[in-house]
């Protein structure tokens, strides 16, 4: 507390406070000691008095009381503090008494003491004093009453002067205490305010040397120091002025360089925009090529050919393939560094999915003698949550690596569940192969963009050193992690999780619809890990499973089991080799009781097929076994009827939703008549505009749950509807989707930035309409089988990517059957129409095309593409679409006439060809 005071302060208190207290200290123990001797005094004067008076009552008898009473009346007069005096008996009766009468009832005596003893009253003193009778027969008291305010005052002059002495020595103290503070404090004072100016910054200010040798000594020093300081100022500045001034030098240099950075930037966001233009221009120009390419090379192999030109055809296939891989892995890895990559989030079966890699891929593990094993655990669940394209892109790239990098053993891809929380769950996947394996140092460069693990791989494996990165990029983005284990010559083994929110429909929904509860099953596999994966797809529909390593067991048990009478069991074989010694126990099995036996084997020699059923077996199916091909296989035995599972084919189902109005708009009445008639078998009511006009109009008129726009139609275009028709609160908040026959790149994000909710690009099959329509409405569509039954599912959809369908080719013709039903939802009547419209369209557009070319009137012209496209997309014509679209392109990138005319003449033989083509179907 001390510290917060100053000087003066301190030195009052501490001068004063021992003052104050040795004072009060002093005066407390004089005046004590002289009360208690005025006490002393006044108690022997007392004892004196009645000492005295105590012998004068006993040389007196009883007889004598005059005389007592005269003794006592006297020396009562003699002292006036005497007030009275009495003697007593024992029965507190007065024998004798004197003095005045206010006093005489305070003689009496309330106890009766064996000795001298002193009671104080106030101002009064009462001694009592017992005194012996002269012939001891009885005590008698002596009881006196002294006035004790000559006493009082007294003491009351002892206080006074100790308070004078005590004030004086306080006020001296606190004079010399004041005294001495301003003689210290002053200088202080003086000295502080000039050390406030040098702080100011006026170091020449020189402090003034007080009287008081240590604060001339401190004043001194500060002045010494203020002129030290003023020098260190001095140089300082100095410093300070060639440091400015260096620094002034050093900003010039960094703001050019700065301007030389800006720049810099300018330029590397400019070649980055022009790099993502390339790659997106770059991949329409190097497809539309590759697609013809690949076209009538298809083509060419189906004329007579000799061997040697057949060779060189499929050689330029498949280069033409791997050269659209490519392009593919730099277009989505250019998406990846721009931050441009999105996932769609749709219900899909990631066994579904990993199966269809599976078999898609199968082929190039067979030509190695590899055995391709999927391994789906029982416990993933049936429905996913996420993007199936981008999830099989993940499984592809994976897998197609193991088989590239392995030349014998086996790879086992295993899905399983891992976690499951509340509202989410994590799937694990893991692909292991028993190929070349790598190093530690391979691993690090593993997930480098452009490079593979060393050049003499880069020799034998041809590759971009993309598609890891990809996949890795992908896993992250679905909120997963991967990670890989390998040693040299030794295999590896990739990892990755997938986090995926949780749907209604899981696996027990599946195993409710196909339960062949307890069936039996006897299966044999040579492979332990085959036979686990056969294993647990058939514990997934709770059949009972005896599992053998061993044919011979398989016998042996069967031959047991057959003396059950209701034991009729399946048998699945996993054929490795064709030997004598299988022929032999396929004909043993066949002689056993059994529903049905099917052979599992990578024969693709139908006359080894054929072999293999005349020796016994019931069917042949491909490895690896997948859940449709079994459940197919199935079907045609009776083990499980169409109605059984949720699996039926798209032909033999139909799409119902309850209660919907649809708006489609399409300035191409072909299209529109498609999408109408595709929309109505769902049961929704669909109202057509020919024109972005006329939606407006019946848009001011109706409510719609959704409405489907095509882009470009003549008058106002797509956007402009949209717009206007978000302007009129009756549809502001009904979702449109975009319809477009083709997007350059950039097309999509301008659509869904002009207000349109999602987008769709042609052609539009039923499938992707029922993801949109459920995506957006909310509702599910209701399966109705064929029969008229009705079954509710959420089963995976399989959505073909816009170039994977322009891909597709018949082997005979420019008309594509399978793709022609497949837009027409299976139905065989409505995809001949579609053709038909098709065909009796072709003439008008070759017409009007060349008319357009000739007169150079670049927007009809476009116009009549863009026409031509949408026909196209929705008829099974693939080399016409593309080549439409590749038309369409040039034309809005501005290129230059030869290419369009180039596409143009290669677009009217394709025409020609469809005529021509048309015959067979129609």
């Known amino acids: 507390m001390f510290n917060l005071w100053g000087i003066r302060k301190n030195i009052l208190v501490l001068v004063l406070t021992p003052t104050i207290l040795v ?87 309330d106890n009766y003491p064996k000795q001298f003893q002193v009671f104080l009253d106030g101002e009064l003193s009462r001694m009592l004093m017992p005194v012996p009778t002269p012939d001891a027969s009885e005590l008698i008291y002596l009881s006196i009453i002294i006035n004790r305010q000559s006493l009082i005052l007294e003491i009351y002059h002892t206080l006074f002067m100790a308070s004078i002495i005590t004030l004086a020595m306080v006020i001296m103290s606190l004079y010399f205490s004041i005294h001495l503070s301003r003689s210290i404090g002053t200088p202080l004072q003086r000295i502080t305010e000039e050390l406030d100016s040098i702080n100011k910054g006026n170091l020449d200010i020189k402090i003034h040397t007080p009287d008081i040798p240590e604060l001339a000594q401190i004043s001194k020093t500060i002045n010494s120091l203020a002129t030290s300081l003023l020098l260190s100022q001095e140089n300082v500045q100095h410093t300070v002025d060639q440091a400015t001034s260096d620094l002034t030098q050093t900003l010039e240099t960094i703001e050019v360089q700065n301007i030389e950075l800006d720049m810099a930037r300018k330029q590397a966001l400019q070649a980055s925009r022009v790099k993502s233009e390339f790659l997106a221009n770059i991949s329409h120009e190097i497809r539309t090529p590759m697609n013809g390419v690949i076209g009538f090379t298809n083509l060419l192999l189906n004329t007579d050919i000799n061997a040697v030109q057949k060779d060189y055809l499929l050689t330029i296939r498949k280069s033409a393939n ?76 994976l897998i197609s690596n ?15 569940l891992e976690d499951e929380q509340n509202e989410s769950q994590i799937i694990r996947s893991t692909i292991s192969d028993t190929g070349i394996g790598m190093t530690d140092e391979q691993l690090s460069k593993l997930f480098q963009p452009f490079s593979q693990v060393n050049q003499s791989i880069n020799r034998h494996h041809s590759g971009t050193g993309l598609g890891l990165v990809i996949c890795k990029k992908l896993v992250e983005q679905m909120g997963g992690e991967i990670s890989v284990e390998s040693k040299s010559n030794e295999g590896t083994s ?28 006897l299966l044999f596999d040579s492979h332990p890990m085959a036979l686990l994966a056969m294993k647990q797809l058939l514990n997934g529909w709770k059949m009972k499973v005896y599992d053998f390593q061993s044919i011979e067991k398989l016998l042996s048990a069967a031959k047991n089991l057959s003396k059950n009478k209701v034991f009729n069991p399946l048998i699945l074989l996993g054929h490795g080799e064709n030997n004598l010694a299988f022929a032999e126990d396929i004909k043993k099995l066949k002689l056993l009781k059994h529903k049905a036996m099917y052979v599992i084997g990578h024969e693709t020699e139908q006359f080894e097929i054929e072999k293999l059923l005349h020796l016994g077996a019931s069917h042949y199916l491909e490895k690896p076994l997948t859940r449709k091909q079994l459940r197919k296989s199935f079907q045609e035995i009776g083990l499980i009827s169409s109605t059984d599972n949720d699996y039926e084919d798209e032909s033999e189902m139909r799409h119902h939703f309850s209660q919907l109005k649809i708006l489609t708009v ?18 929704i009511n669909v109202i057509q505009a020919y024109d972005g006009l006329s939606a407006v109009e019946i848009c001011k008129e109706e409510i719609f749950d959704l409405i489907f726009m095509d882009i470009r139609m003549p008058g106002l275009d797509g956007i402009g509807a949209s717009q206007k028709i978000k302007e009129d609160s009756l549809n502001q908040r009904t979702p449109i989707i975009a319809l477009t026959a083709h997007a350059i790149a950039g097309e999509k994000e301008q659509l869904l930035s002009n207000g349109l909710e999602d987008y769709m690009t ?61 837009i027409a939802g299976g139905r065989d ?66 290129s230059t006439d030869s290419e369009s005319e180039k596409l143009l003449e290669t677009l009217l033989i394709e025409l020609s060809n469809i005529e021509a083509d048309s015959s067979s179907y129609l």
């Open 23 to 109: 004072s009060l200290a002093l005066s407390t123990y004089f005046v004590i000691d002289r009360i208690e001797i005025l006490e002393s005094a006044h108690n022997t004067k007392g004892r004196i008095i009645v000492s005295s008076l105590s012998l004068v009552a006993e040389s007196h008898t009883l007889t004598k009381n005059v005389h007592l009473q005269q003794k006592l009346s006297h020396f009562r007069d003699s002292d006036p503090d005497i007030l009275a005096i009495a003697i007593i008996k024992h029965d507190n009766d007065f024998m004798i008494q004197s003095g005045n009468d206010l006093f005489i009832d305070q003689l009496r005596v």
């Open 402 to 416: 193991a088989i590239k990098f392995s030349e014998k053993g086996s790879i086992v891809v295993r899905v399983q």
């Open 666 to 683: 399409d300035d191409n009445p072909a299209n529109l008549k498609l999408i109408t008639i595709v929309l109505e078998e769902m049961s």
């Open 829 to 894: 009547t409505l995809a001949k129409e579609m053709l038909a419209d098709l065909v009796a369209a072709i003439p008008g557009f070759r017409d009007q095309l060349m008319a357009s070319d000739k007169n150079d009137q670049e927007e009809e012209f476009l116009s009549n593409v863009h026409k031509l496209h949408g026909f196209a997309s929705y008829t099974g014509v693939p080399i016409l679409k593309s080549l439409a679209g590749a038309l369409e392109n040039e034309l809005k990138m501005n």
């Open 762 to 822: 042609k052609p539009v099959s039923e499938s992707q309409l029922r993801q949109i329509i459920s995506k957006w409405t909310g509702q599910i569509a209701k399966e109705i089988t064929k029969n008229g039954d009705n079954e509710q599912s959420n089963k995976s959809i399989e959505v073909l990517t816009e170039d994977d369908k322009t891909l597709i080719t018949d082997e005979s013709s420019s008309i594509n059957w399978d793709v022609c039903l497949d």
């Open 322 to 397: 791997n050269l659209l891989s490519i392009i593919e892995d730099i277009l989505d890895f250019s998406k990846i560094e721009a931050g441009k990559m999105t996932l769609d989030k749709l219900s899909f079966s990631m066994r579904d999915s990993v199966e269809e890699v599976i078999t898609m891929l199968s082929p190039s593990a067979v030509k190695k003698n590899i055995e391709l094993i999927p391994l789906i655990y029982t416990n993933v669940p049936e429905q996913q949550l996420g993007d199936p394209v981008r999830v099989k892109q993940i499984f592809t790239n």
């Open 494 to 521: 990739f990892s990755f999780t997938l986090r995926s929110t949780k749907l209604n429909a899981t696996s027990e929904q599946l195993n409710q619809m196909i339960n062949l509860s307890n069936h039996p099953v």
